[in-house]
């Protein structure tokens, strides 16, 4: 009963911390879009490992944020960054030396090694710092930095065994670098001639150790990413409006000068 009110509880904030996303990033899109900026959600899954340990299999994460993508003078060229502020590093299915290393103890049931498997899960944020090539075709190509933060760090274990549900999880964010940078490069493709969705595949290479007790242990990634524009039409709206109503106001004036030198001319 205990462990189904946690569950529910951990859907619950999760389900909150992404509504919570999603509605800022809409109330914010129409305010933000403009004919130089694009305002967005961005989300996905990425596919993470931590090189220097045993274990080389990759731990599937989901993934959420927005961003910002500014185009430069030369419209094939754009300046792209923002947060994922939903997103995890780690690695998957931990091998006992791996667990030794971390001092993570196995899970017994009356002396017996309860099945399982073991992952390390890293919380962080994540901010890309891009540059981004658009070709005609809509096809664009984008390298530059990743930053992140790491706030929370665990090895968590999840019971194989049927007849024993479980879920464990060690802390081990003291073992664990707060800082994290590296290189990010990718490609992908923007729908509705380069105005719509965008959908995209991105490699990260880390710099930073992961763990402080062990050099080598950098992580990698891949991500396969969907980009939603927010706000697009009402800011195309907007502008198009005030355009309308700048091109009525220099209508006014000049058939205000107009009719001026009309009366003018009838005075002579």
Do not use: C
Not at 50 to 69: C, H, L, P, Q, V
């Amino acid at each position: 009963m205990k462990k189904n009110i946690l569950l529910l509880t951990t859907l619950f904030l999760f389900s909150v911390a992404i509504q919570s996303q999603v509605l800022i990033t809409l109330l914010l899109g129409d305010k933000l879009n403009s004919e130089k900026l694009e305002f967005g959600l961005e989300s996905g899954v990425n596919f993470e490992t931590i090189n220097g340990m045993e274990s080389t299999d990759r731990k599937a994460f989901f993934n959420i944020g927005f961003y910002f993508d500014f185009t430069l003078k030369n419209p094939h060229w754009s300046a792209y960054t923002g947060v994922l502020v939903k997103a995890n590093q780690g690695l998957g299915n931990l091998t006992d030396n791996d667990l030794d290393f971390l001092g993570v103890d196995k899970q017994l049931e009356n002396s017996v090694e309860i099945a399982g498997e073991y992952n390390q899960v890293i919380n962080t944020f994540v901010v890309p710092v891009l540059m981004k090539y658009h070709f005609k075709n809509y096809i664009y190509l984008e390298g530059g930095m990743q930053f992140g933060l790491r706030y929370k760090s665990y090895v968590e274990f999840n019971s194989d065994n049927k007849d024993v549900e479980e879920r464990v999880r060690y802390i081990n964010r003291d073992a664990v670098q707060k800082i994290d940078a590296g290189f990010l490069g990718g490609l992908g493709y923007q729908f509705k001639k380069g105005k719509g969705w965008t959908v995209g595949a991105k490699y990260y290479y880390g710099l930073v150790d992961v763990y402080k007790d062990r050099s080598g242990t950098n992580s990698n990634s891949f991500f396969i990413k969907v980009n939603v524009p927010i706000g697009v039409k009402k800011s195309k709206e907007k502008a198009a409006k005030e355009q309308a109503k700048k091109d009525k106001e220099a209508l006014e004036d000049k058939n205000a000068e107009l009719q001026k030198r009309i009366e003018e001319l009838e005075k002579q």
